[in-house]
């Protein structure tokens, strides 16, 4: 019996649920650490050691190779090319890889593109998994197999970026995941950009979104503005900081879980979509940069018209 089955207080868990043979990892990843421009000659080879080790220790498993960097490395085109042969020419089976405070929504031109150098240079020996990514990550993988993109990973409304030295949350704040936009706006902008098709439960779910829980609280809901005020309900909340009386409005927890499967449903949407042409993604990125640049700005809408030009750029 495998390890973990061995303590004692773990067998009646596994003897209830029927499992004779308990849980296995599929992937063992193997000891790592953070490179960086001015540290990676010093981590790079450490990690790669690391790596034939737990293949040693470990043959019959799948050992992966987490390959944690700064945006600075992406940045310098020699360092890149240097770092993702050695990753390619690793013992790793696979590739975990996590690039430090990415934020696919901000990254300029060069880093997306270099983003996407990297995984083709990696991608040609090895399976690829983006530990953060967003909806441009999500599109590569689905409409560029060359780059062997496997997976994409976030958690429920955070996580599409993160970084390495953790910040503070900050205040919540009530965020809509606006299908057409792939990001979370503020709620008060959410409601700007879906006002024209409040007017019917119809028109909603034609122009806006007609997942489970919109579905779920358009046909419970006689008014279609009433339903969507459910996204952005909260109650005032006082405090006092620097000095000052500073008077919040915090989402409710029903708002809050509204918007999570709202943003779940939708994710599961992205992941599922049968859209297999860079291009068809790009233009339906470009439209509706076009579509909301009236309220949301020009800055408001930069970034899916940068994912649209860089998706449409053959690379490698
Ligand atoms: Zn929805």
């Excluded at 004779?20 to 992937?27: L, S, T």
């Excluded at 490395?73 to 690039?99: M, N, P, Q, R, T």
């Excluded at 901000?106 to 240079?121: K, M, P, V």
Aim: some cysteine; proline content about 4%; glycine content about 6%.
């Amino acid at each position: 019996m495998p390890q973990q089955a061995v303590a004692v207080e773990d067998l009646k868990y596994y003897k209830f649920a029927g499992v004779e043979d308990a849980v296995q990892p599929r992937i063992l990843i193997a000891p790592y650490f953070y490179m960086e421009e001015t540290t990676w000659d010093h981590w790079l080879p450490l990690n790669l050691e690391f790596v034939e080790m737990a293949k040693q220790l470990a043959p019959n498993q799948n050992v992966f190779m987490q390959v944690v960097i700064s945006k600075d490395i992406l940045l310098d085109k020699d360092l890149l090319l240097h770092v993702s042969e050695s990753i390619k020419g690793s013992a790793a089976d696979g590739v975990f890889l996590w690039i430090d405070n990415f934020d696919e929504q901000e990254a300029g031109l060069t880093l997306l593109s270099n983003y996407i150098q990297l995984l083709f240079n990696i991608g040609k020996c090895k399976q690829i998994f983006n530990l953060y990514g967003s909806y441009f990550s999500i599109a590569l993988m689905k409409t560029r197999p060359e780059l062997n993109l496997a997976g994409v990973c976030h958690g429920l409304e955070y996580g599409e970026s993160r970084p390495v030295v953790p910040v503070g949350g900050g205040l919540p704040m009530s965020k809509f995941y606006y299908p057409a936009l792939h990001a979370r706006i503020r709620y008060e902008d959410a409601v700007r950009l879906a006002r024209p098709y409040l007017e019917s439960k119809e028109l909603y779910l034609g122009h806006v979104c007609k997942c489970d829980k919109c579905r779920d609280l358009m046909n419970n809901i006689v008014s279609p503005e009433e339903a969507f005020a459910k996204f952005g309900e909260g109650k005032p909340i006082t405090f006092q900081r620097r000095n000052q009386i500073v008077t919040f409005h915090y989402p409710t927890e029903e708002a809050h879980d509204h918007c999570v499967r709202h943003y779940m449903w939708n994710k599961y949407r992205e992941f599922n979509e049968d859209i297999r042409e860079a291009g068809e993604i790009a233009g339906q990125l470009e439209g509706a940069a076009r579509k909301f640049e009236e309220i949301l700005g020009a800055t408001g809408v930069n970034y899916l018209l940068k994912w649209a030009k860089v998706l449409r750029k053959k690379v490698g």
